[in-house]
């Protein structure tokens, strides 16, 4: 993700209200914080251009949390993330 991609996703989340914007197309997982909280899963079926991901998002009370889950062959990886 470019800092003109960034730029036009934070204007469309506070255009749509929202504290976090999932979007895709990008083929890897893209975590950002700025105003609004940006986030990409990656590509859990598209092997050859990313290794594959998913996400995994926890909304409590307040808070953002997860995890990017990474997977090669049949072992999975994360690693977590979280804004308050």
């Known amino acids: 993700m470019t ?3 960034a730029e036009g ?3 469309l989340a506070k255009e749509m209200d ?3 914007l999932i979007f895709g197309h990008f083929h890897h997982p893209i975590m950002e914080e700025f ?3 940006l986030l990409s899963p990656g590509s859990a079926i598209v092997p050859g251009i990313a290794e594959s991901s998913d996400i995994e998002l926890d909304i409590f009370e307040g808070r953002i949390g997860g995890k990017v889950i990474r ?3 049949n072992v999975c ?3 977590e993330y979280g804004v308050k």
Request: hydrophobic residues 35%; charged residues 30%.
């Open 3 to 5: 800092s003109d991609h």
């Open 9 to 11: 996703l934070r204007y």
């Open 18 to 20: 929202v504290d976090v």
């Open 35 to 37: 105003e609004v909280f």
């Open 71 to 73: 997977c090669d062959g």
């Open 77 to 79: 990886g994360y690693f």
